[in-house]
């Protein structure tokens, strides 16, 4: 037997959430060929695991990496954590279709208005295809980036004509090879939707199995009315329903994750629905007052008109306006910040429910980035698994590989089979952690040691190839 690579004497952790294994993993092209005991074999590489885990390739179920991956594909924050695919296209905010010369927030967090360039879903993934990253890439199509193309006054519901554009793209984005829409009700661009404007402009997904990813109106005192019309949407349509970054912001509502999780648990006997969360009590958006006064404290994550004050806290920053909130933004818009808004406990809770997958929702543009975005996954291994014991290592890398796709519905990708892709990553379980601070948040993670991606390298003993081996993937329907 003959191999192109073969990872010895590691321990799979194969993503269904069983126990560990000692084999070898045998790979030829871009698939995975053997599972055991391959000492008898040569390979052309080989990659000695001793001591180390090999597992499936991380999928990050909630990324605004849409352009991030054509204009920096070597997309660094990622594959140094063991990310080998990213989820596109979340909270409404999806790259395509959109041709604009400008756009309003938070759009603008995946690029300037420029990166806005496709007209067609099917357009953005061949750009993909000529342009490959270093990671795989499956895409959702957003609501609120269908408003912006399809509604001159978005202070409004859609009307008839204008939600039958809306799912006529949903469609043809479906057909590209969509992996679900996305929506945004928070956000200002969408906030005038209704409920049935979603599900008119979801109403493919019906024909066309998918997710329905949604960053809920509310996430703060009516949280729960919001995550019971996001049940309501998902039932509707007929889609798998992700209630994204799942949290329960705001002092008073503290705790709540308990109220939450058991509605979630409820619900989900009566319709197919899943989470997303990271491993931080502090979330980043665009700024708005209302996020702001429900922080204990808050982080200028980006200003483009007062880029120097990036990376300040928000103490130091108001009194330079008199104290005043508004007189703030007015001046430092458009612009990001990081909110402390969540309580580590309810994290946690949130964290240990069985179907919570890991998303990192990093920021790849912000000047002074969460470090979400270079942290997120060797946390959840290093510190939640290791040294709080939230749950097993078996439990913590099921999260981020098997359980997230199988829930978008990723073929081939997410366990350690022979037949799968050969997304792979080999870390060790003693010094995978997380380096990226709030103060600091650039810095590469520790223990990741090999990651590979579609058979090929793009770490080696912890360094970068620079091979950009990933794919626009295509939900087949
Ligand atoms: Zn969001």
Redesign the pocket.
């Known amino acids: 037997m003959h191999f192109q690579l073969i990872i010895r004497n590691g321990e799979v952790i194969d993503g269904t959430g069983n126990a560990r294994f000692s084999a070898d993993v045998g790979v030829n092209g871009e698939r995975i060929d053997a599972i055991g005991d391959l000492s008898a074999a040569s390979a052309d590489r080989m990659i000695d695991a001793t001591g180390k885990i090999v597992a499936p390739g991380f999928i990050d179920s909630h990324t605004h990496d849409d352009a991030f991956v054509l204009t920096h594909p070597d997309v660094m924050p990622k594959i140094v954590q063991g990310v080998t695919t990213v989820i596109a296209g979340?909270?409404g905010i999806s790259l395509a279709p959109l041709r604009a010369d400008a756009v309003p927030q938070p759009l603008d967090l995946l690029g300037v208005p420029e990166r806005f360039a496709y007209d067609s879903f099917s357009n953005y993934l061949d750009a993909l295809d000529r342009s490959p990253a270093a990671v795989n890439v499956a895409a959702l199509i957003g609501h609120s980036t269908l408003r912006v193309r399809h509604m001159d006054d978005l202070a409004r519901e859609a009307t008839a004509g204008e939600r039958a554009d809306m799912a006529a793209d949903v469609e043809a984005a479906m057909q590209a090879g969509a992996f679900g829409v996305s929506s945004?009700t928070f956000y200002p661009p969408a906030a005038a939707a209704s409920t049935q404007e979603l599900i008119d402009v979801c109403a493919p997904l019906a024909r066309y199995p998918g997710v329905f990813a949604t960053?809920l109106r509310d996430e703060t005192a009516d949280i729960v009315p919001s995550m019971e019309e996001a049940f309501a949407i998902g039932q509707a349509v007929g889609a798998n329903l992700v209630l994204?970054?799942h949290k329960v912001a705001g002092k008073e509502n503290h705790g709540r994750s308990v109220e939450t999780l058991a509605l979630i648990d409820a619900q989900g006997e009566r319709q197919p629905l899943c989470l997303d969360c990271h491993p931080y009590p502090a979330t980043s958006?665009m700024l708005r007052a209302d996020r702001i006064r429900q922080s204990s404290r808050v982080m200028l994550a980006w200003s483009t008109k007062r880029p120097e004050l990036a990376g300040k806290d928000f103490s130091e920053i108001l009194p330079l306006y008199d104290g005043s909130v508004e007189a703030a933004i007015e001046d430092l818009k458009p612009a990001g910040a990081i909110y402390f808004v969540m309580d580590e406990q309810d994290v946690q809770r949130i964290f240990r429910h069985e179907k919570t997958m890991v998303g990192s929702?990093g920021l790849p543009n912000d000047s002074a980035p969460h470090p979400r975005l270079w942290g997120t996954f060797p946390r959840v291994l290093g510190h939640y698994s290791r040294e709080l014991k939230l749950f097993p290592l078996e439990t913590a890398v099921r999260k981020m590989t098997g359980l997230t796709a199988e829930q978008f519905g990723i073929e081939g990708r997410g366990h350690v089979t022979v037949g799968s892709y050969a997304d792979l990553v080999v870390f060790d379980p003693a010094e995978v952690i997380d380096r990226a601070t709030f103060e600091a948040p650039r810095l590469a993670p520790e223990g990741i040691e090999h990651v590979i991606v579609n058979g090929a390298p793009v770490i080696a003993h912890g360094k970068p190839t620079g091979a950009r081996p990933g794919r626009a993937l295509r939900k087949n329907h």
């Open positions: 979340n909270c945004g960053h994204s970054h958006t929702d």
